[in-house]
């Protein structure tokens, strides 16, 4: 294992934990930064090089669980799994909200994961993700803001956690951005940003896991242990930068909406097209 494949691997993690939750397509910059410049695909094979993108996403997962912990204690706990206290109007956010977010891309994940390898991880697709993601953030910012009624975690409902699950499924073409789906979705369906930030990063848990699952199970025979030493370097490194990205990301997400991470994503997209095509 050379010293440059273990560098791909930390920048690749880094990539990773910079954008995962901000609404920008972690997945879309690995595969842009990969592909015009690391081309980790010359020395792990296009399919290992694939299935990295993903499972180091582990790591930003395992950030979530620090930021998270007090919360995700509640949902595990067994007095309080599946339940929904009543006071007044108030709700507690419980693992149904999460179980009713899950499914919709979590089925069409299942049924379209070679389609989505094979055809859908390009630079190419990923400009058009950036691109018709970000006028999706701007319609959210410009008319999902005059009627929100949902400010904190626990007040969302069933119907608001289906609604963000089914704009989800956008999220499965690279560079549409799943977090930038999930907090555009639950703005316009009535969510504060930061509500809904915080309702897309405790979901990312399950989904992101069993994604991740997912790709090495069905790509285990591509795998050398001369690829382990990647994994465990991107691993680290997308934990640590994820673990900076989403406090920062939570105490500005009220502050400046999504406009500026849907400008930054149209500006990308065009320098990227004007550089390379």
Known sequence: MEWYELFVGFLLGVVEGLTEFAPVSS???????????????????????????????????????????????????????????????????????????????????????????????????????????????????????????????????????????????FSLWPGFSRSGSTISGGVLLGMSHRAAADFTFIMAVPIMFGASALSLYSKWTYFTLDTLPVFVVGFVSAFLFALLSIKFFLKLINKVKLMPFAIYRIVLAVVIYVLYF
């Not at 509640?74 to 909200?97: D, E, I, M």
């Not at 910012?141 to 499924?169: E, N, P």
């Open 27 to 169: 997945t879309g910059h690995m595969i842009l930064v990969d592909g015009l410049w690391l081309n980790s695909s010359q020395f792990l094979g296009q399919e290992v090089a694939n299935t990295f993108k993903i499972v180091i996403q582990l790591g930003s997962i395992l950030a979530v669980v620090v930021v998270f912990r007090d919360r995700f204690k509640t949902l595990l706990n067994p007095k309080s799994l599946l339940t929904l206290r009543q006071s007044g109007t108030t709700r507690q956010f419980n693992l149904v909200h999460i179980l009713i977010g899950l499914l919709p891309a979590g089925v069409l994940g299942v049924l379209f994961e070679d389609y989505i390898d094979t055809h859908l991880f390009s630079v190419k697709t990923v400009l058009i993700g950036l691109v018709v993601g970000a006028f999706f953030m701007i319609a959210a910012d410009l008319s999902g803001v005059k009627r929100q009624t949902t400010a904190t975690l626990d007040d969302i409902t069933y119907k608001q956690a289906l609604g963000v699950g089914l704009i989800q499924c």
